[in-house]
């Protein structure tokens, strides 16, 4: 497996178990018989996955900046910069 195979399986596992925590939270209230004081649970909610949020922005900034710097190396080019025309 390449570097870039295993970058990949990662990113997407790493999302792919983020959903499914994420939807797995989401539907508790609803699934179970347990009495769930929604304000509390939404609370505890937001702030549970603002934790992995960040993570998964960092991971995936990580792997797409990298593939971006390895598309640029090989095509030759650098990324396309804007430039300002002064009055």
Known sequence: MSTRAVRAFIAIAVVG???LITGFM?????LTKAQ???NQYADFFAKTASVYTGIIGV???YYFATVEAS???KTGSAPAETS???S
């Open 59 to 61: 991971i995936v900034g």
């Open 84 to 86: 300002r025309e002064e």
């Open 71 to 73: 598309m640029s190396k």
């Open 17 to 19: 178990v983020f959903m």
């Open 26 to 30: 989401a539907l508790f209230p609803l």
């Open 36 to 38: 769930v004081d929604l």
